[in-house]
């Protein structure tokens, strides 16, 4: 008897009676059902809203960053027993990593990435502030918070841990409770990772629901503070793009959609080049990776005319050593497709591709799954085509065999290379394999426009490259056109998708109260404590110093020649000094950074821990030979990353804003210094 997954609703496991049964891609036995239980997805809706919402904004952007990483970490702990379910898919365990550890490692960059990126509280600054008025009493920003809705997460087969999990870490990261709707083909595995992080006890109330099967009247009932997104077909993400309600409520839509990503091989390779057989390995991994159902496989390999020959015969030597079959076994190293319906289709299109191109290499070539039972799942041949004359087969540019199928097509010159990348009409990421700097400085910004993503590849590349299917959760995934128009991952530029933008206008002091992070021109606080003085806790944005004067001398100016080895001639000859814009000798700008630092700093030990940075660093005015300086530091922003030293004393980042100025008050310096402070102590720390 088969279990009955079971959708998590409202905080509860729900479904107990069989519906549509899910087949292993192995060997064709049951190995799950659907349930037959209808959801009321206005219950779950009413639960995100009321329960998750206010439960991930009790907590900031810090604090979530902090749970993103000990579910990383729990689902390390646990992995094993992911891999035991996904074997079901199809998947090797090179397959299953991608997957599941690649899962655990999204919701672990996106938790660095917080801790590191985001401010404390729930609000961002996206400054800097700009002036609005003449006076400098008027000025204007933007600020990101939360959008106070729901994300609604629909994914495809073929990624059913990363799938789900590279969309929830920034969307949780911005506050925003998720409902995830898996592809049912695959789901068990979807429902055994969401599992394990409900038993792990870190996930938020209401902050993550999971439907099992069809989403019902779910997007008729999103609000403008909704987000949809989308990873699917094309055809699926047109459809529902124009949703009534999406349209009505004008809700964000976003699509990661099926595209045919293209690999170019340059003209200045040779088959005698290491880059050709790097070209060669590429499609071949990417055609069996997965057993080619990725959106980021190569579909169509555009190689020089001269060597596309050259380049089958390898490709298919390659292909003919990929042993097919049982995942389990240490030898296998494809797969099988995700389910038999998934099997049809794709013999289907590779049946209309086939209608312009002749087979390289594919089940004609001794195709046999080894493993027991392996008749009955849903393997196909890794399957090489050759179209002769792509500019005239549309098929190879419009139709998708979502498998271990790529098509290679020979051109002549650069210029019909880049025509048919273009016919791709829009694509997730593409490849250039090439030997020349000045072949990858043409050819990239002429497709660029195109493609989401491009890797360039060569030999001194080739050791620590990802590859070219491999989205990184650093790197921007999504592409235009066909692909969908859309965008995930990227950094934090992710998490800002699920945030909203308004720009704020007022005074400089209403402007810092709101966005947390002083600006100048704001009222500032002025005490006879040195703000170096204070623990964390006891400073406020504001609180700021105007050190004493110093008088620049020429012997100032050699000796920080002498110390740093800077002899520039503006710093020590006169006449050429004389003869340059400025006028005069001049002292070297880091002098007076220096200087500044000597002027504003707290000599004795204090709460101040460390500086350990500097942002915005311009030298805006030259310090002549007998100018005065001063500086004014004041504290600008507060990051509480609620981390202890190994004594357990906690700290916090405080970033300052420094203006050094002359004797004219003019701005000759001004930069961002960033320090780490010191909390009070403890009550037991301060007994010690």
């Given at each position: 008897?088969?279990?009955?997954?079971?959708?998590?609703?409202?905080?509860?496991?729900?479904?107990?009676?069989?519906?549509?049964?899910?087949?292993?891609?192995?060997?064709?036995?049951?190995?799950?059902?659907?349930?037959?239980?209808?959801?009321?997805?206005?219950?779950?809706?009413?639960?995100?809203?009321?329960?998750?919402?206010?439960?991930?904004?009790?907590?900031?952007?810090?604090?979530?960053?902090?749970?993103?990483?000990?579910?990383?970490?729990?689902?390390?702990?646990?992995?094993?027993?992911?891999?035991?379910?996904?074997?079901?898919?199809?998947?090797?365990?090179?397959?299953?990593?991608?997957?599941?550890?690649?899962?655990?490692?999204?919701?672990?960059?996106?938790?660095?990435?917080?801790?590191?990126?985001?401010?404390?509280?729930?609000?961002?600054?996206?400054?800097?502030?700009?002036?609005?008025?003449?006076?400098?009493?008027?000025?204007?920003?933007?600020?990101?918070?939360?959008?106070?809705?729901?994300?609604?997460?629909?994914?495809?087969?073929?990624?059913?841990?990363?799938?789900?999990?590279?969309?929830?870490?920034?969307?949780?990261?911005?506050?925003?409770?998720?409902?995830?709707?898996?592809?049912?083909?695959?789901?068990?595995?979807?429902?055994?990772?969401?599992?394990?992080?409900?038993?792990?006890?870190?996930?938020?109330?209401?902050?993550?629901?999971?439907?099992?099967?069809?989403?019902?009247?779910?997007?008729?009932?999103?609000?403008?503070?909704?987000?949809?997104?989308?990873?699917?077909?094309?055809?699926?993400?047109?459809?529902?793009?124009?949703?009534?309600?999406?349209?009505?409520?004008?809700?964000?839509?976003?699509?990661?959609?099926?595209?045919?990503?293209?690999?170019?091989?340059?003209?200045?390779?040779?088959?005698?080049?290491?880059?050709?057989?790097?070209?060669?390995?590429?499609?071949?991994?990417?055609?069996?990776?997965?057993?080619?159902?990725?959106?980021?496989?190569?579909r169509r390999a555009i190689v020089p005319r001269q060597h596309v020959d050259a380049v089958a015969q390898r490709l298919a030597a390659r292909l003919a050593k990929t042993v097919v079959g049982d995942p389990s076994r240490e030898d296998v190293r494809m797969?099988?497709?995700?389910?038999?319906?998934?099997?049809?289709?794709?013999?289907?299109?590779?049946?209309?591709?086939?209608?312009?191109?002749?087979?390289?290499?594919?089940?004609?070539?001794?195709?046999?799954?080894?493993?027991?039972?392996?008749g009955d799942g849903a393997f196909f041949a890794p399957t090489l085509l050759l179209s002769r004359n792509p500019l005239a087969h549309d098929a190879a540019h419009d139709v998708e065999a979502f498998g271990p199928v790529s098509t290679l097509m020979p051109?002549?010159?650069?210029?019909?290379?880049?025509?048919?990348?273009?016919?791709?009409?829009?694509?997730?990421?593409?490849?250039?394999?090439?030997?020349?700097?000045?072949?990858?400085?043409?050819?990239?910004?002429?497709?660029?426009?195109?493609?989401?993503?491009?890797?360039?590849?060569?030999?001194?590349?080739?050791?620590?490259?990802?590859?070219?299917?491999?989205?990184?959760?650093?790197?921007?995934?999504?592409?235009?056109?066909?692909?969908?128009?859309?965008?995930?991952?990227?950094?934090?530029?992710?998490?800002?998708?699920?945030?909203?933008?308004?720009?704020?206008?007022?005074?400089?002091?209403?402007?810092?109260?709101?966005?947390?992070?002083?600006?100048?021109?704001?009222?500032?606080?002025?005490?006879?404590?040195?703000?170096?003085?204070?623990?964390?806790?006891?400073?406020?944005?504001?609180?700021?110093?105007?050190?004493?004067?110093?008088?620049?001398?020429?012997?100032?100016?050699?000796?920080?020649?002498?110390?740093?080895?800077?002899?520039?001639?503006?710093?020590?000859?006169?006449?050429?000094?004389?003869?340059?814009?400025?006028?005069?000798?001049?002292?070297?700008?880091?002098?007076?950074?220096?200087?500044?630092?000597?002027?504003?700093?707290?000599?004795?030990?204090?709460?101040?821990?460390?500086?350990?940075?500097?942002?915005?660093?311009?030298?805006?005015?030259?310090?002549?030979?007998?100018?005065?300086?001063?500086?004014?530091?004041?504290?600008?922003?507060?990051?509480?990353?609620?981390?202890?030293?190994?004594?357990?004393?906690?700290?916090?980042?405080?970033?300052?804003?420094?203006?050094?100025?002359?004797?004219?008050?003019?701005?000759?310096?001004?930069?961002?210094?960033?320090?780490?402070?010191?909390?009070?102590?403890?009550?037991?720390?301060?007994?010690?």
């Amino acid at each position: 008897m088969t279990s009955v997954l079971q959708s998590y609703i409202a905080g509860r496991w729900v479904g107990e009676q069989a519906a549509q049964p899910l087949h292993s891609a192995v060997n064709g036995r049951a190995v799950a059902s659907t349930h037959a239980e209808a959801l009321d997805f206005g219950e779950a809706l009413e639960h995100a809203r009321r329960r998750g919402l206010p439960a991930l904004l009790a907590m900031d952007f810090q604090e979530r960053a902090a749970r993103l990483k000990a579910m990383a970490r729990y689902l390390a702990e646990h992995k094993e027993k992911l891999y035991a379910v996904s074997a079901h898919t199809g998947a090797t365990r090179a397959d299953s990593w991608v997957d599941i550890e690649g899962g655990a490692g999204t919701l672990a960059a996106y938790a660095g990435m917080g801790g590191n990126e985001l401010p404390s509280g729930n609000l961002v600054h996206e400054g800097p502030p700009v002036s609005l008025g003449k006076q400098g009493a008027f000025a204007g920003t933007h600020i990101l918070v939360p959008r106070g809705g729901v994300a609604v997460h629909i994914n495809a087969f073929n990624f059913p841990v990363w799938g789900l999990l590279e969309k929830f870490a920034p969307s949780f990261l911005a506050g925003m409770p998720c409902i995830g709707k898996p592809a049912t083909a695959t789901s068990y595995l979807t429902e055994a990772m969401v599992r394990l992080l409900v038993e792990s006890g870190l996930l938020p109330e209401g902050s993550l629901q999971l439907v099992i099967g069809g989403t019902g009247d779910l997007l008729d009932r999103l609000e403008g503070s909704d987000v949809v997104t989308f990873t699917g077909s094309a055809d699926t993400a047109a459809r529902l793009r124009v949703h009534p309600n999406l349209v009505r409520h004008s809700i964000p839509f976003n699509a990661e959609a099926d595209s045919l990503n293209c690999a170019i091989l340059a003209p200045d390779v040779t088959p005698d080049d290491e880059e050709f057989d790097l070209f060669v390995k590429e499609v071949a991994r990417e055609m069996t990776v997965k057993a080619g159902q990725k959106c980021t496989a190569i579909r169509r390999a555009i190689v020089p005319r001269q060597h596309v020959d050259a380049v089958a015969q390898r490709l298919a030597a390659r292909l003919a050593k990929t042993v097919v079959g049982d995942p389990s076994r240490e030898d296998v190293r494809m797969g099988a497709l995700a389910s038999k319906a998934q099997q049809r289709d794709v013999a289907e299109r590779v049946a209309i591709l086939q209608q312009g191109a002749e087979l390289v290499y594919g089940e004609r070539d001794g195709f046999a799954p080894v493993g027991e039972g392996v008749g009955d799942g849903a393997f196909f041949a890794p399957t090489l085509l050759l179209s002769r004359n792509p500019l005239a087969h549309d098929a190879a540019h419009d139709v998708e065999a979502f498998g271990p199928v790529s098509t290679l097509m020979p051109y002549d010159g650069i210029d019909e290379a880049l025509q048919l990348a273009a016919r791709g009409k829009g694509s997730l990421v593409g490849t250039l394999v090439t030997r020349d700097p000045a072949t990858a400085a043409r050819i990239v910004p002429a497709v660029a426009a195109l493609h989401g993503r491009w890797l360039v590849l060569d030999r001194e590349a080739a050791g620590e490259s990802t590859g070219h299917g491999s989205p990184l959760p650093m790197l921007k995934h999504g592409g235009p056109g066909r692909a969908g128009g859309g965008e995930e991952l990227g950094g934090i530029r992710a998490v800002k998708h699920y945030l909203q933008r308004t720009a704020v206008q007022g005074s400089p002091t209403m402007i810092t109260a709101i966005t947390g992070e002083y600006m100048r021109g704001a009222k500032r606080q002025e005490e006879a404590l040195h703000p170096f003085r204070k623990h964390f806790e006891e400073l406020a944005i504001g609180d700021s110093l105007l050190t004493h004067r110093r008088t620049v001398g020429e012997a100032d100016i050699v000796a920080f020649g002498g110390l740093s080895g800077d002899y520039f001639y503006m710093h020590f000859d006169e006449i050429a000094a004389r003869q340059s814009p400025f006028g005069k000798r001049i002292a070297h700008g880091y002098f007076v950074l220096s200087a500044a630092a000597g002027l504003f700093v707290s000599p004795a030990p204090g709460p101040v821990l460390a500086n350990y940075g500097l942002d915005t660093l311009r030298f805006v005015k030259p310090v002549g030979i007998g100018d005065t300086i001063r500086a004014r530091l004041t504290c600008k922003r507060k990051i509480d990353r609620r981390r202890k030293d190994a004594n357990g004393q906690g700290q916090g980042v405080v970033a300052w804003d420094v203006e050094v100025t002359n004797q004219n008050d003019e701005v000759v310096a001004s930069y961002d210094i960033l320090t780490l402070v010191a909390k009070r102590p403890t009550p037991d720390k301060q007994g010690a």
